[in-house]
């Protein structure tokens, strides 16, 4: 049996077109296909736990149809399947999962691939636990997790009432560069007690922190261009002791994955960190936002199968 997650309203409705395609094809009934439309925000985490708690003997693969906020919903809901395949069939407005994995082509062509079987990738996402760093409220991501900057632009991304109008004109990355243009007024460095791979830094004048499982963020930017899909090591961004105007040229230069070269960022691998701040501080995670005090992350050691069209392997 196959389950497919579908946002039915992602990218403007690309999620329900697909769906309508596919529903369409002859394999889709061949192939005892069932279909599931998210309602709400959290209901693919939802649905994916239910399904597999009732079912896990009988899936042969849980097809996500949606963006990367879907994908990090399912993986969460599916944490204690670590063995259930997941299929992607990209219909989000940032994509930087599939552009990371090098996902590509038609969706009736990564519908039939999936079905096939034959195309996969192990991946291998990350462990978060905030605040009372309990195991039991441990979640997952799929593409980076970060501090600072980046997490006051998505909280102003999700608050926002333009990213639907950028949405429909096709100008997404304007979405961010807005966003980013109004949080960087205002946005005031973090004072934080890091401890990456054991060693601990206490850092006062933190502008951004982002830890990733490949390269991209925000729909396009090479926020990371060190990163690789690969078990065990993140790839971790600091910007610290950076002036404004400055932040700015970062900016301009992160689409290119250039901003390494600035003196005031720095690039790590690790394959654990702990960040402590004696305030609230927003967070982001594949585009959710959230705050903490405090945040624990770590590679998953689980790998994940990942079923679709891999045109190349962009990390
Ligand atoms: N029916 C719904 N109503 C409101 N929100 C929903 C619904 N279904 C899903 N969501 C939420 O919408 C958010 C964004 O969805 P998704 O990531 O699939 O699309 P996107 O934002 O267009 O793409 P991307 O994340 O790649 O930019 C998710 O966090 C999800 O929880």
Redo the contacts with the bound molecule.
Sequence with gaps: MYILIV??????G??LKILKTLEEHPLFKKSYCRSF????????EKIAQQVAEIHKEQINCFIVI????????VINGLKHFSSLPIGFI????????ARGCGLAGDPVDVFKAILAGRRQRDYWPGDYLTDDRSRKYGRQFVNNIGIGLEADVVEAVNNSKYKKVF?RLRL?SLTYSFAFLTVLKSFKPLTIRLEIDGRVKRMDNVWMLTVSNHPYYG?GMKINPQAKVQPNIFSVLIVENISRWKVLLLFLTVFWGKHIKMKEVSHYYASSLKVDSETAISFQA???NGKCKACDISKETERRKIFGVFTKLSS
Aim: cysteine-free.
């Design positions: 946002n039915t309203f992602s990218a403007n690309k999620g439309k998210t309602e709400y925000e959290g209901h693919a949606g963006g990367d906020g879907t994908l990090h919903e990209p219909a989000g407005t940032g994509n930087d999962f949405t997404n729909g594949d585009g959710q």
